[in-house]
């Protein structure tokens, strides 16, 4: 990577009036990410706060029951605020202390990213605002009550389809109105250069907690690793660190919503063109004339139009493979994993548990699967159960 | 040759903004006539996009009743060729860079050489990113407008040393939209970038009242109206050419 590109993909589109913010923030960054005493107060955080290293539990029985390759599962959801957002959070609000910034504004679809920006605002003493789609505020309503607990305002965005994508353009526009002051804690492996390299840089640490881990437990490196896929910052943590390990199989697993063959999905790689937005190059769903399409998959956290461009760029060198999860296969993923390991994963997460399901059996069980469960599903509890038809009251 | 220099040859020039589609591109073409008819300079037409992560509310919503009448660039072109047929005014077009990728740069800038059209305003392309078009632009005869903002300080000298037709000096921080005050020392930005070019300088962002277009015009060549203008054609719809006219004319009264 130079200058933000990955291969074609990356780069800078965005109004002139946020380019010296952006130029700031990579400066800063260069110079914090190799200083000691910021690194050491990032990992006390990390450590005592997030709660980090986060497990790599051994999966016996979801093992046992597909009959096939060893599964073992990142503990992202362990993590404080509940998913690996929380890693790049921290990183992020850190850094833009230092910069002298008194407020840290966020985008946020399923609300992780939002509870995890305000957590991390509360405890650094900075103002924070949240935007999140209209649609979203609705099926993510307990993020929205969490995010107003920790001191956060959050915006609810009644502008286009109401979701993650509506969320980015605000908080970017807001971006733009107050600058000077503002932090834009960016929540995914998107936008303009430097956003992708920095929280590709902060989740990282997924990637390299599992190779300690793994060959700790087994020896030797995993064969497949497995992440969900929406903007993609959970899977690029987890596949950084084992992108020179050709023996290592590195899956994305995108929305397919009802189906890649109907409109209603957020498939970027399978079924998007490659094209320029939220300031980067990259793929996105978008119509023949070049307007940004309505995306639909039942996780909030995954219904975004686009993909980070470090995503776009693994795909186009063929050293990472992303595959379409529809919501009906993620939902039997959320109920197979709750019932057979008692641990019940965010629906963005059971994407990539779904993948698992299929792969595991076909392998022998000499082969090792990671999933990054990338948060957990409490929030996603009332969704699951509206799908299901089932009613619950509190 | 771009004519954009014209605008700015006889006074202070009046630049208004208006979204192709809004509400039809037939009505597109009436606005655009009336406008010019009432003195303005320089007709800046919006090519709708989905996402216009630079504009605010008024024309976030021009640009959602243009997409919902299926308003592509093909018709948008056509509309300026008919146009093209009663007024040679320079004509500019302010887009997002994704329609324009989608469409090919190479035909997109061909298509504007074909229609007259004389230069391109894209937001989210800066400066660095700016290179991507400028061949295109070079090889049809297409100004590409670039940007200053209050925040580009340090930026002035290489972003106004390329620049072409005009420099669009952004008065305020946010994103477009009708403002009571602009508090930005205008003066000083405008100065900075006297220093680096001739291409004349045109304010935008904010402005709507003749107050606020005769005092940025005591230090700029042209004043840019264009949420005052989108918030006409969404409260009179159909029937906005003659209130158009009738604020393009104070507008270009205020500043001559």
């Known amino acids: 990577m130079t200058n933000g590109r990955y291969g074609k993909h990356g780069g800078q589109y965005i109004p002139e009036i946020l380019m010296n913010a952006i130029i700031e923030l990579e400066e800063s960054y260069n110079y914090y990410k190799n200083d000691y005493s910021f690194n050491n107060e990032l990992n006390s955080l990390l450590r005592e706060y997030a709660g980090r290293p986060s497990l790599l539990y051994y999966a016996k029985k979801m093992t046992e029951d597909l009959g096939g390759a060893k599964i073992y599962l990142k503990r992202e959801d362990l993590n404080h605020t509940g998913s690996h957002k929380i890693n790049n959070v921290l990183g992020q609000v850190l850094l833009a202390k230092k910069m002298g910034k008194k407020r840290v504004i966020a985008e946020t679809g399923a609300g992780q990213h939002g509870v995890a920006t305000a957590t991390a605002a509360a405890l650094m003493g900075m103002e924070c605002e949240i935007f999140m789609g209209l649609e979203d505020t609705k099926r993510q309503a307990l993020n929205v009550f969490r995010m107003e607990l920790l001191g956060a305002k959050v915006h609810a965005v009644a502008s286009g389809t109401q979701t993650l994508k509506d969320a980015v353009n605000e908080t970017m526009r807001e971006w733009a109105t107050r600058v000077g002051d503002t932090h834009y804690v960016l929540g995914s492996v998107m936008g303009p250069h430097p956003f992708p390299m920095i929280v590709r840089d902060f989740q990282s640490i997924i990637g390299k907690e599992v190779r300690e881990q793994i060959i700790d437990k087994e020896g030797r490196l995993p064969d497949i690793a497995i992440a969900c896929v929406g903007g993609g910052s959970n899977a690029m943590g987890l596949f950084y660190d084992f992108i020179n390990d050709p023996s290592v199989e590195l899956i994305g697993c995108e929305a397919a919503g009802k189906g890649i063959d109907t409109e209603y999905h957020a498939a970027t790689i399978a079924k998007g063109q490659l094209g320029i937005f939220h300031g980067m190059k990259s793929y996105f769903c978008q119509d023949e004339n070049g307007q940004i399409a309505p995306v639909y998959s039942i996780s909030a956290g995954l219904d975004y139009p686009g993909i980070g461009p470090e995503h776009a760029h693994l795909n186009d060198i063929k050293r990472a493979k992303y595959v379409p999860i529809t919501d009906a296969q993620a939902i039997n993923a959320f109920e197979y994993l709750s019932k057979v390991e008692g641990i019940i994963p965010a629906i963005e997460s059971s994407h990539a548990v779904a993948h698992a399901m299929e792969l595991a059996p076909k392998l022998s069980s000499d082969k090792i699967i990671v999933i990054c469960l990338s948060g957990r599903g409490d929030k996603d509890v009332a969704a699951i159960a509206k799908y299901m038809g089932v009613e619950i009251n509190e | ?256």
């Open chain 2, 1 to 256: 040759m771009s004519k954009i220099k014209n605008a700015f040859a006889n006074g202070k020039a009046f630049i208004g903004f208006l979204t192709a589609g809004d509400p039809s591109l037939d009505k597109t073409e009436e606005f655009i006539l009336s406008m010019v008819e009432a003195g303005a300079d320089l007709i800046e037409i919006g090519i709708p996009f989905s996402d216009p992560i630079a504009e605010g509310e008024v024309i976030q919503r021009a640009n959602e009743r243009a997409l919902s009448v299926n308003t592509t660039l093909n018709k948008i072109f056509n509309m300026v060729k008919s146009v093209r047929l009663k007024t040679q005014i320079p004509i500019v077009f302010l887009t997002y860079l994704n329609p324009v990728f989608t469409y090919g740069y190479d035909h997109f800038f061909r298509e504007c050489n074909n229609n007259d059209i004389d230069g391109v305003i894209i937001p989210d392309i800066p400066f660095e990113e700016k290179e991507e078009l400028t061949p295109f632009g070079e090889k049809y005869s297409i100004d590409i407008i670039s940007l200053i903002a209050p925040t580009s300080q340090e930026r002035i000298d290489k972003i106004a040393k390329k620049a072409q037709g005009y420099v669009y000096c952004v008065s305020s921080m946010g994103v477009t939209g009708v403002r009571s005050e602009i508090k930005t020392d205008l003066s000083s930005i405008i100065s900075d970038i006297r220093n680096v070019t001739d291409v004349p300088i045109a304010v935008g962002f904010g402005i709507s009242t003749p107050e606020q277009a005769a005092q940025i015009s005591s230090y700029a060549d042209g004043i840019i109206v264009g949420s005052a203008i989108v918030k006409i054609i969404e409260e009179h719809g159909e029937n906005a050419a003659k209130p158009l006219y009738e604020y393009v004319r104070a507008m270009k009264g205020a500043i001559s």
